[in-house]
């Protein structure tokens, strides 16, 4: 079964700067997909950035960009030039190829952008 | 009203209390889950449908029982809850493909925050 691990429950970063949150993940798959979702204090998660597993370039999205290390199994998130609006939870999700639709999540990560 | 969308916001109910959540996805997606939220712990997918039929049970209570009428609509039914039910419970939707290779993401709701005293 995979597993998804987020090492850092809190993190913080000042206006501006660049951040970069933890990911960790086990599956015995070599077809996956990668996701990086957004909680506000709102409540409405939203994607922000997703990687498939059999491209090697990291994906980018805007200021959003993912350092994926296949053979080491991580997944980091990288947030530069941070915004108080990133302001959230971030949760690490990881969905393999044969199990339908069912995305497994780890703890999260609370961000503070302190301004 | 676009997205997802999830009725009530907060709900606060005794041990003995039926309610219902509700959720209506105005996406045109065929699938829709249920998932719940507790403090310092992972997402727990409860229930998955897709085109209406559950094709996913994750071990769940019986006093959490699930309804999906049509492939806008998904509702929880609570009945006889406990104290550790209390959570913030989630919606979500999404386009499922049924090919190998291919993942729609899900879009989720705003949540209902439950409390069960």
């Known amino acids: ?115 | 009203e676009t997205g997802v969308t999830q009725t009530p916001r907060h709900l606060v109910m005794g041990m003995t209390n039926k309610k219902s959540l509700k959720c209506e996805q105005h996406l045109g997606h065929n699938a829709m889950y249920w998932y719940k939220q507790s403090a310092k712990k992972p997402l727990e997918l409860m229930f998955v449908y897709s085109l209406e039929e559950r094709v996913e049970n994750n071990s769940v209570p019986s006093r959490f029982s699930p309804e999906c009428p049509n492939s806008s609509h998904l509702f929880l039914h609570l009945h006889t809850l406990q104290p550790e039910d209390s959570a913030l419970y989630l919606c979500a939707s999404s386009q499922i493909l049924g090919r190998v290779g291919s993942y729609n993401e899900q879009f989720f709701g705003p949540g209902t925050r439950l409390t069960v005293l």
């Open chain 1, 1 to 115: 079964a995979q597993t998804v691990t987020q090492s850092q429950p809190e993190m913080s970063v000042q206006e501006a700067e660049t951040v970069t949150l933890s990911c960790t993940y086990d599956t015995s798959e070599s077809d996956y997909y990668l996701f990086w979702y957004k909680q506000p204090p709102s409540r409405q998660m939203i994607l922000v950035i997703r990687q498939e597993a059999y491209k090697q370039q990291n994906a980018t999205e805007n200021r959003f960009s993912v350092n994926f290390q296949k053979a080491a199994k991580s997944f980091s998130l990288k947030i530069s030039d941070s915004q108080l609006g990133d302001a959230a939870m971030y949760f690490c999700a990881i969905k393999e190829e044969t199990s339908g639709s069912r995305l497994t999540f780890g703890e999260g990560t609370q961000l503070t952008v302190n301004p």
